[in-house]
């Protein structure tokens, strides 16, 4: 599942977990975007651990 290409809304909680785990403490900001046909994008900010 890639957050860029878009989700639906019952995928959203999954796919930020998903960032979650790949990045760690890393994570400093995470977007939802509503894109179009009820899909969202995940865009996740990243810094120092």
């Known amino acids: 599942m ?3 290409d878009g989700v ?3 995928l959203v909680p999954r796919a930020v977990a ?3 785990r790949r990045y760690g403490y890393a994570v400093r900001e ?3 975007r ?3 046909n009820h899909q969202y994008v995940i865009e996740t900010r ?3 651990p």
């Open 8 to 10: 639906p809304l019952f």
């Open 46 to 48: 990243r810094g120092e």
């Open 34 to 36: 509503r894109t179009r």
């Open 18 to 20: 998903e960032e979650i």
């Open 30 to 32: 995470i977007h939802v």
């Open 2 to 4: 890639r957050p860029d």
